[in-house]
């Protein structure tokens, strides 16, 4: 990935319209973000840079890098950079194209070559490879694009790539080797893939930037550049017309004569397919041609993938290159009285026989071009049958019908290139519509199940609910009766606590006249043993008269026998009356005694009695709260079940 000259923006919305224009597999990926969309990102190593995923982009989703940036700050640090310039730009810029090299000479540019003179050496280097070795039928290769794609994928075919440099390489093998030019070399471009062939190895590091036209108009026009219109300083030829469709094939033509049969092939639409369908026919020399003038833009470099874009399809620049072939075959001379190649007063041999004069300085060798096959690195795996139709089914394709819709729509002609990718792991079957149609369909019908299932699951809890809710309010029913029994219940409470609170003070006011009826007593039984108390003195003093009459009468002897009797008698009456009243004594005591702990309960009574009465008073006062909080909970049961039948109304 970082060997990517094109890349992808974040305005990428996966509509994997560059899957379907790139020629390379694989150089498009389709991945998803982590918030699941999908992107197409750019593989490095794959890509040949043909630019045709950023003429396709409708969202201006893809960008390409080169070395302008590092050219310009190295202008800046005051690097010695001499340009080569690619004959396009004349094309494209015929009115600025002084005034831009100016801007660059004061931006400290040292010296200027027009790469049409390297055009004029490759054309030279063409015709005489092809002549001494009797190489026909090969393939040219100014283009990067088209060397990238045979390398990559059909390195069968390298031994039919032309191997002679570009008009790039050869103007710079030229100011290097032949003009001795010491500086930095940058190469002003219309090809975004030049980059790739200055890096190869296989070109020797001569040049050491390429700035496409783009970037270099933009750097100019955003920093104000002044200027000192100039020219490039080298004379060149036909070889200003390479640029444009067929301008090899003209060149050789031109020398050769119109007999040449050179087959001319250009556009990523068409080349790519061209050179897969006739690569047996090319890889084994069956073709009549001298060689196959191939190119990958439709509008050759003049349109080419690094200019910019008000530029890709202006008519004015193919107008502007018309004009400058033509000054290149109206000129007769050349410096020094020499006849020039380029003079169309001339035979194809005469002109073929000048060119040659005016080479024969250099060496074929200096300008011959090796490859590398490099397609270990774009290997693509196809999968068995088996494997195939695994992914077949994991994409719910398993009929044939399905399995060839071929609507493009992932980006691939047909849904067996689909698979492969996914095989290969650079898309996902995600990114197959159909196979997201299924999936929305199936769910559908799944959802279509559930909402069935959940409907009938309504349905019966809608009958289960109007029995939970006939359940609740038997259930009301039942509580609001229990309810009212207690309501009533604790009126009754309340009234029957009320009614003994009465009867308790009446208790109370019994306990009370009791306690004084048992003083009163209490106060009789102490007179009594007072009286007892009298009697048992009487007795005393009866007993002591008693005795002294006995004593008198045994004095009177027979006289007093009668009186003494009587004394007797009195003397028994005595003793009884003071134990009688010593019994009485002992009674009242005890009465005294059982009437003062009768008191001391009375008393305990009291204090019950009161208590009780003060208790049932406050339990009086609560079952008159409880019959007001009764009444709450019934009206709240009532809200309760009238809401339930609004339930049941509303549905």
Same mark, same amino acid.
């Given at each position: 990935?970082?060997?990517?000259?094109?890349?992808?923006?974040?305005?990428?919305?996966?509509?994997?319209?560059?899957?379907?224009?790139?020629?390379?597999?694989?150089?498009?990926?389709?991945?998803?973000?982590?918030?699941?969309?999908?992107?197409?990102?750019?593989?490095?190593?794959?890509?040949?840079?043909?630019?045709?995923?950023?003429?396709?982009?409708?969202?201006?989703?893809?960008?390409?890098?080169?070395?302008?940036?590092?050219?310009?700050?190295?202008?800046?640090?005051?690097?010695?950079?001499?340009?080569?310039?690619?004959?396009?730009?004349?094309?494209?810029?015929?009115?600025?194209?002084?005034?831009?090299?100016?801007?660059?000479?004061?931006?400290?540019?040292?010296?200027?070559?027009?790469?049409?003179?390297?055009?004029?050496?490759?054309?030279?280097?063409?015709?005489?490879?092809?002549?001494?070795?009797?190489?026909?039928?090969?393939?040219?290769?100014?283009?990067?694009?088209?060397?990238?794609?045979?390398?990559?994928?059909?390195?069968?075919?390298?031994?039919?790539?032309?191997?002679?440099?570009?008009?790039?390489?050869?103007?710079?093998?030229?100011?290097?080797?032949?003009?001795?030019?010491?500086?930095?070399?940058?190469?002003?471009?219309?090809?975004?893939?030049?980059?790739?062939?200055?890096?190869?190895?296989?070109?020797?590091?001569?040049?050491?930037?390429?700035?496409?036209?783009?970037?270099?108009?933009?750097?100019?026009?955003?920093?104000?550049?002044?200027?000192?219109?100039?020219?490039?300083?080298?004379?060149?030829?036909?070889?200003?017309?390479?640029?444009?469709?067929?301008?090899?094939?003209?060149?050789?033509?031109?020398?050769?004569?119109?007999?040449?049969?050179?087959?001319?092939?250009?556009?990523?639409?068409?080349?790519?397919?061209?050179?897969?369908?006739?690569?047996?026919?090319?890889?084994?020399?069956?073709?009549?041609?001298?060689?196959?003038?191939?190119?990958?833009?439709?509008?050759?470099?003049?349109?080419?993938?690094?200019?910019?874009?008000?530029?890709?399809?202006?008519?004015?620049?193919?107008?502007?290159?018309?004009?400058?072939?033509?000054?290149?075959?109206?000129?007769?001379?050349?410096?020094?009285?020499?006849?020039?190649?380029?003079?169309?007063?001339?035979?194809?041999?005469?002109?073929?026989?000048?060119?040659?004069?005016?080479?024969?300085?250099?060496?074929?060798?200096?300008?011959?071009?090796?490859?590398?096959?490099?397609?270990?690195?774009?290997?693509?795996?196809?999968?068995?049958?088996?494997?195939?139709?695994?992914?077949?089914?994991?994409?719910?394709?398993?009929?044939?019908?399905?399995?060839?819709?071929?609507?493009?729509?992932?980006?691939?002609?047909?849904?067996?290139?689909?698979?492969?990718?996914?095989?290969?792991?650079?898309?996902?079957?995600?990114?197959?519509?159909?196979?997201?149609? =299924?999936?929305?369909? !199936?769910? %559908? $019908?799944?959802?279509?199940?559930?909402?069935?299932?959940?409907?009938?699951? &309504?349905?019966? /809890?809608?009958?289960?609910?109007?029995?939970?809710?006939?359940?609740?309010?038997?259930?009301?029913?039942?509580?609001?009766?229990?309810?009212?029994?207690?309501?009533?219940?604790?009126?009754?409470?309340?009234?029957?606590?009320?009614?003994?609170?009465?009867?308790?003070?009446?208790?109370?006011?019994?306990?009370?006249?009791?306690?004084?009826?048992?003083?009163?007593?209490?106060?009789?039984?102490?007179?009594?043993?007072?009286?007892?108390?009298?009697?048992?003195?009487?007795?005393?003093?009866?007993?002591?008269?008693?005795?002294?009459?006995?004593?008198?009468?045994?004095?009177?002897?027979?006289?007093?026998?009668?009186?003494?009797?009587?004394?007797?008698?009195?003397?028994?009456?005595?003793?009884?009356?003071?134990?009688?009243?010593? =019994?009485?004594?002992? !009674?009242? %005591? $005890?009465?005294?005694?059982?009437?003062?702990?009768?008191?001391?309960?009375? &008393?305990?009574? /009291?204090?019950?009695?009161?208590?009780?009465?003060?208790?049932?008073?406050?339990?009086?006062?609560?079952?008159?709260?409880?019959?007001?909080?009764?009444?709450?909970?019934?009206?709240?049961?009532?809200?309760?079940?009238?809401?339930?039948?609004?339930?049941?109304?509303?549905?």
């Amino acid at each position: 990935m970082d060997k990517r000259l094109i890349y992808t923006l974040d305005k990428c919305v996966g509509c994997n319209r560059c899957i379907g224009v790139c020629p390379c597999p694989g150089a498009n990926v389709a991945k998803r973000t982590e918030h699941g969309v999908n992107r197409i990102i750019v593989n490095g190593e794959r890509c040949i840079a043909c630019g045709a995923c950023i003429d396709v982009c409708g969202h201006d989703a893809r960008k390409f890098a080169d070395d302008t940036e590092r050219f310009f700050l190295d202008l800046q640090s005051g690097k010695k950079i001499s340009i080569l310039i690619a004959p396009a730009f004349k094309a494209n810029y015929e009115k600025e194209y002084k005034t831009m090299l100016g801007q660059l000479k004061s931006l400290g540019v040292n010296r200027f070559i027009n790469v049409s003179f390297g055009a004029d050496i490759t054309t030279w280097a063409y015709i005489k490879y092809i002549t001494e070795n009797q190489f026909y039928g090969g393939i040219s290769q100014p283009c990067p694009a088209v060397v990238g794609y045979i390398e990559k994928y059909m390195p069968e075919v390298i031994p039919m790539l032309m191997p002679v440099h570009s008009p790039m390489m050869c103007s710079a093998i030229y100011a290097k080797k032949y003009m001795e030019i010491e500086d930095d070399l940058a190469f002003i471009s219309p090809c975004i893939a030049k980059k790739n062939e200055i890096d190869d190895p296989n070109c020797g590091g001569d040049i050491r930037y390429s700035v496409t036209f783009e970037h270099l108009v933009q750097y100019l026009k955003e920093h104000s550049v002044k200027e000192t219109p100039i020219t490039d300083e080298i004379e060149y030829g036909l070889g200003s017309i390479y640029p444009m469709p067929g301008g090899l094939k003209e060149n050789v033509c031109w020398f050769l004569g119109e007999d040449a049969c050179i087959r001319q092939v250009e556009g990523e639409n068409h080349l790519y397919h061209y050179l897969k369908n006739n690569k047996e026919m090319i890889t084994k020399k069956m073709t009549p041609y001298l060689f196959i003038d191939a190119l990958n833009c439709s509008g050759g470099c003049l349109h080419g993938t690094g200019v910019e874009a008000k530029n890709a399809d202006n008519e004015e620049i193919y107008m502007a290159i018309q004009r400058i072939r033509k000054a290149s075959k109206n000129e007769e001379k050349r410096k020094k009285g020499k006849v020039s190649a380029w003079s169309k007063m001339l035979e194809p041999q005469n002109r073929l026989k000048a060119l040659n004069e005016q080479f024969k300085e250099l060496k074929l060798e200096d300008f011959i071009r090796r490859y590398t096959d490099r397609s270990a690195e774009c290997g693509i795996y196809k999968p068995t049958i088996e494997q195939e139709q695994e992914i077949f089914q994991s994409m719910m394709k398993n009929t044939q019908k399905k399995q060839n819709i071929n609507c493009n729509g992932c980006g691939y002609k047909k849904c067996h290139m689909m698979v492969s990718a996914i095989f290969n792991g650079y898309n996902y079957k995600e990114n197959c519509v159909y196979y997201i149609r =299924d999936l929305a369909i !199936n769910e %559908k $019908e799944s959802i279509d199940q559930l909402l069935t299932k959940v409907h009938d699951q &309504q349905a019966k /809890s809608k009958e289960r609910k109007d029995e939970i809710v006939a359940q609740i309010n038997e259930s009301f029913e039942e509580i609001d009766s229990v309810v009212q029994a207690i309501e009533t219940g604790s009126r009754g409470n309340s009234e029957d606590s009320m009614s003994i609170s009465e009867s308790m003070s009446e208790v109370r006011a019994f306990s009370a006249d009791l306690k004084d009826a048992l003083d009163e007593i209490g106060g009789s039984i102490g007179n009594l043993n007072k009286n007892n108390e009298d009697v048992i003195n009487i007795a005393s003093q009866t007993r002591l008269l008693a005795l002294n009459a006995c004593i008198e009468a045994a004095r009177a002897g027979e006289a007093g026998k009668g009186f003494a009797i009587v004394a007797d008698e009195i003397n028994t009456l005595a003793e009884h009356s003071k134990k009688a009243a010593d =019994d009485s004594n002992q !009674n009242n %005591k $005890e009465i005294k005694e059982r009437i003062e702990l009768l008191l001391e309960n009375m &008393q305990k009574l /009291s204090e019950i009695v009161s208590d009780v009465n003060e208790k049932t008073q406050s339990l009086a006062a609560s079952s008159q709260e409880t019959t007001a909080s009764i009444d709450t909970v019934a009206v709240t049961i009532d809200e309760v079940q009238n809401k339930l039948k609004q339930m049941i109304k509303m549905e």
